[in-house]
């Protein structure tokens, strides 16, 4: 029952990281009729100190490398993603969208956001059930971006820094929307560190978590209520 459940849910929602040197030596006897000259002596050569080991970084300093990793990935997505939206020849939606499928999608990892979204019943669902809900929520997720920086003009980010979680292996990174016009005033990514690098797995506008929207989306169809209006709309839509 509970399996059906979960089927019926998918359904519905598909719809909606030394050398050691020698001296020469003397053998014991009789001493030679000629005397032997004396043997000019080289003169030694003082021995070079030693390079002193690189001095391994302070904790703080290392801290400090470790969060600019993530800082300078989502550096590197926002400055190549407001540079094709305030290209001279604004891209049209289909643009844009394809833009985001392709240079954008990668820094993410819809399959953890997803897995996330549906907590405890993830262990229950069979992998074509989870093959279908990351697929749905990544286009959704893509498809609210897309609309929503369709509008973009004007407007510039500052960016906020990193925070390493303490086990060094997640982060919050953050920007500033300037002159947001409709947009969030802040925007926070939460990565962590997969197999292939920095992933974003989460991202927060104006506090507004993206998981927690779908989560709750989720819970709602599995409990056979009506979505949520707005479902399929990721936290930054309704900022108009």
């Known amino acids: 029952m509970q399996r059906s459940l979960i089927t019926a849910a998918i359904l519905l929602a598909s719809t909606g990281l030394a050398q050691a040197q020698y001296a020469p030596s003397y053998g014991y006897g009789y001493a030679p009729r000629v005397m032997p000259q004396p043997v000019p002596t080289m003169p030694q050569q003082r021995p070079q100190p030693m ?21 300078a990935l989502l550096r590197e997505g926002m400055g190549a ?6 290209s001279e020849d604004k891209p049209d939606l289909e ?5 985001l499928e392709a240079q954008i999608a990668p820094y993410f990892d819809f399959g953890y956001m997803a897995k996330m979204a549906a907590g405890p019943l993830y262990r229950k669902m069979s992998e074509e059930q989870r093959a279908r809900l990351t697929d749905k929520l990544k286009t959704d997720f893509l498809m609210t971006m897309t609309e ?17 979680g303490q086990n060094g292996t ?10 947001p016009a ?6 926070d990514f939460r990565l962590y560190q997969s197999d292939d690098g920095w992933k974003v797995y989460d991202v927060a506008a104006n506090g507004r978590s993206a998981v927690v929207h779908y989560r709750q989306a989720f819970r709602s169809i599995l409990r056979g209520m009506t979505a949520p209006r707005g479902y399929g ?3 930054m839509r309704g900022y108009r």
């Open 95 to 99: 643009q844009l969208a394809a833009f």
């Open 233 to 235: 709309a990721a936290p």
């Open 148 to 164: 929503k920086l369709g509008g973009l003009s004007g407007q510039s980010v500052r960016y906020l820094g990193s925070r390493l």
């Open 51 to 71: 390079a002193a080991p690189a001095a391994a970084p302070a904790p703080e300093q290392a801290a400090e490398a470790a969060a600019d990793a993530p800082d």
């Open 170 to 179: 997640t982060a919050m990174s953050s920007v500033g929307i300037l002159n």
């Open 81 to 86: 993603l407001l540079a094709f939206v305030g």
């Open 182 to 187: 409709g947009f969030p005033a802040k925007l």
